[in-house]
């Protein structure tokens, strides 16, 4: 498609439906902010000047100079060699242990590594890498979703703050503390618009809404990679997974992708794109298929969208073993076919389980084991070959890996991470995540007097569950370190509130005997015990939603329910009669039920990290005034998926009283809670929006409107 046609495709039509309308008031705040965190870095990947730190001065290395250098070192180069660079490996595969990458390195058979974690293992195989025949140093990445030790809350969560500013300020600090351990390159952020929560891999982004989702993407860059990504305390940031992977038929991971073009553009590529403008290093190709296409091999999105059009010169990298699941799709046939499909494609760098063929193993890098045999057969060209090196040579001279090769230490992990200002972040966007979904007779907040407190729940005082999914391979999990005091210095609801009101004033029951991904509270002879807890206290914090393995890569649900016995639990303690609020911890909307309807207060969570019992109690007793607004639709049943507030119009517009209009028999259009969504302990008004400047079809203009807090509490 021409980018002419593109560019109208991505202009028309307007998009102006019945649920544009939903929580307006709620959010033009919120987008003013979001316009003002808008301006986006230029690109990192095309900067003029970088800092060598060689001999412990700094010099600028010009783009010149680092073309040079990469030029020179591909003309050095063996085939062999240039296909090494193209492959990525880890520790955990087939060949099992950091002595092969060692082995591997020293070869110049990979020229990335993922998931290898602790600086002095790191700096073990990169010293490896320095010995290989042209001493090129290698780039270390691994998933740094939502913090490497400082935990943050979920990006879902992140988002519910619509501040683009305390979001680049979390990445900040995540690319700092994984730096200092030896992490040059984050795998994030995953910028994927999802209007299905089904799909487990909404909690790893922004939600629904384009426009949100492009600021948050940019901002996350921004956090990341600053203005130089050689500096110290930044890394590489990825863009995931290009493109349109959070939209596959029924919700299910992995599944593939039907789409129109119009809804392409509009609705899932603005966020890609704010990303590439905001300077991402890297994108990463996503499993699906798009319209038929495997993303892996699909040069139409890669070339002609990615490079083309919006300009993109950083590298490019599949998903894990991506390039041999080809022959899976029935697209290649064989894995030779599958790499030259690939880099063709546009595919720099193979993310592999193994390098090599082993026996009896089935998983391998097809560019290592057929590149060469595909230049001699002349399948792929050595210029299509040297354009892979050359991004990938590039990326690591960006990354300072050539001027610095070690750039993390044991002294640097030391005083870098979990630091008191680390955690002051962490709790701040806790605060601001929060959204608060019922406060029925102004239920919240509590009084720090109140009296006793009965904290009940399976994720009450469950600290691992609280940091959500996708927490950093080499996290300490270890029950010492996650107890009250331990080294990972997590705060859980129970502690949070004890904090508050003491822990004299606290009565604790879990509720639920066991509370996993195989049994989320289907027992429920542990309710007595919190229905007892209920009784002998004033008033109850109950906290439900789902284990933290219900969310994440290859964690679909065809269900949105509570799951187990949850419900039950809260109906039970409100069947006591006594005063009760829920918070609920969760990483996709739910559809909550009697919950919604009955629960005086409801408090949406998230998986808040760290500081999140602090930051829970915060909002409780009233010391942070709830500002989160969701970025997510909660649908009444999961009947009503795809459910977003931004839809298209058609000639019939909803009426309730008109049987012929588009709407269901038995249950309302409209969601639980809808986008933009979120109470507050105050009230505002909002003046009638003016428009700054001449609007334009193709032109940026200004909307202003004036917010006044009319109630009694700051907010």
Same mark, same amino acid.
């Given at each position: ?202 909690? /790893?982004? $922004? ?5 949100? +989702?492009?600021? =948050?993407?940019? &901002?996350?860059?921004? *956090?990341? #990679?600053? @203005? ?108 030779? /076919?599958? $790499? ?5 494609? +546009?595919?720099? =760098?193979?993310? &592999?389980?193994?390098? *090599?063929? #082993?026996? @009896? ?355």
């Amino acid at each position: 498609m021409s980018e002419r046609i593109a560019a109208a495709v991505r202009k028309e039509p307007r998009r102006y439906g019945v649920g544009f309308a939903v929580g307006l008031a709620a959010v033009i705040a919120a987008v003013l902010v979001l316009v003002s965190g808008l301006a986006t870095a230029s690109g990192a990947a095309r900067k003029a000047a970088r800092t060598n730190r060689a001999g412990g001065h700094a010099a600028v290395l010009s783009q010149a100079q680092i073309n040079a250098n990469v030029n020179r070192l591909i003309n050095q180069m063996t085939v062999a060699e240039k296909f090494g660079q193209l492959e990525q490996a880890g520790p955990n595969g087939p060949n099992g242990t950091p002595g092969d990458l060692i082995t591997l390195a020293k070869n110049g058979q990979i020229g990335s590594v993922l998931d290898l974690v602790g600086v002095d293992q790191i700096n073990q195989v990169q010293q490896a890498a320095l010995q290989s025949r042209l001493h090129i140093p290698l780039i270390f990445g691994l998933d740094v979703i939502h913090g490497y030790r400082t935990m943050f809350p979920v990006p879902l969560g992140e988002a519910s703050s619509w501040d683009p500013r305390q979001v680049a300020r979390d990445e900040s600090v995540s690319a700092d503390e994984a730096a200092a351990d030896g992490i040059k390159w984050t795998f994030n952020p995953m910028v994927d618009i999802s209007r299905d929560p089904r799909w487990g891999r909404v909690v /790893e982004g $922004a939600g629904e809404d384009p426009f949100l +989702g492009s600021a =948050i993407a940019a &901002a996350k860059v921004r *956090g990341y #990679q600053g @203005n130089d990504f050689s500096a110290p305390n930044k890394v590489a940031a990825t863009i995931k997974h290009f493109g349109a992977y959070g939209a596959p038929v029924a919700g299910r991971e992995y599944n593939t992708v039907d789409m129109s073009t119009q809804q392409l553009f509009n609705d899932y590529l603005p966020p890609y794109k704010a990303a590439v403008d905001a300077g991402a290093a890297t994108v990463m190709a996503s499993f699906n298929s798009l319209n038929g296409v495997p993303n892996t091999a699909n040069p139409y999105l890669l070339r002609t969208i990615l490079r083309d059009e919006w300009g993109f010169n950083g590298a490019t990298i599949s998903d894990y073993q991506a390039v041999q699941e080809l022959e899976v799709f029935g697209y290649a046939n064989g894995p030779a /076919e599958a $790499a030259r499909l690939a880099l063709t494609a +546009g595919i720099n =760098i193979e993310m &592999a389980v193994a390098i *090599g063929q #082993q026996p @009896n193993q089935p998983l391998f890098s097809t560019y290592e084991a057929y590149g060469p045999q595909l230049l001699a057969q002349g399948k792929i060209t050595m210029a299509q070959l040297n354009e892979a090196v050359r991004h990938v040579l590039t990326l690591k001279y960006l990354a300072g890996m050539f001027s610095d090769p070690y750039q993390g230490s044991d002294a640097r992990v030391a005083s870098e991470e979990l630091t008191p200002a680390n955690i002051a972040v962490a709790r701040k966007t806790a605060d601001e995540s929060m959204v608060l979904l019922n406060n029925n007779n102004h239920a919240l907040p509590l009084s720090p007097s109140v009296g006793k407190v009965a904290v009940v729940g399976p994720l009450a005082d469950d600290a691992l569950d609280q940091l959500g999914p996708d927490v950093p391979i080499g996290y300490s999990t270890k029950p010492a370190d996650l107890a009250p005091g331990g080294a990972d210095k997590v705060i859980t609801v129970r502690q949070g509130i004890q904090n508050v009101v003491g822990q004299g004033n606290v009565n604790y029951a879990p509720g639920c005997t066991t509370f996993t991904v195989a049994d989320p509270c289907n027992e429920t002879s542990g309710f007595g015990d919190a229905v007892t807890a209920a009784q002998n206290s004033d008033v109850t914090v109950v906290v439900v939603g789902e284990p933290a393995g219900y969310s994440g890569e290859a964690s679909s649900r065809s269900m949105l329910d509570l799951p187990g016995q949850q419900a039950a639990l809260v109906q039970q303690i409100a069947a006591t009669g006594k005063p009760y609020v829920v918070v609920l911890m969760n990483g996709r909307p739910l559809t909550l039920g009697w919950v919604a309807d009955n629960a005086p207060a409801l408090l949406e969570a998230w998986y808040p990290g760290t500081t999140g019992g602090d930051a829970v109690a915060d909002v409780l007793f009233g010391k942070f005034n709830p500002s989160g607004k969701l970025p997510m639709s909660f649908p009444r049943n999961v009947r009503q998926i795809p459910i977003s507030y931004n839809e298209l119009p058609t000639g019939r517009p909803f009426d309730p009283n008109n049987k012929y209009t588009p709407k269901y028999l038995d249950v309302p259009n409209t969601p639980q809670y809808p986008f933009g969504y979120g109470l507050s302990y105050t009230t505002f008004s909002i003046s009638a929006p003016t428009i700054v400047g001449s609007p334009s079809r193709s032109g940026a203009f200004l909307v202003r409107a004036t917010v006044t807090n009319t109630g009694s509490k700051a907010g």
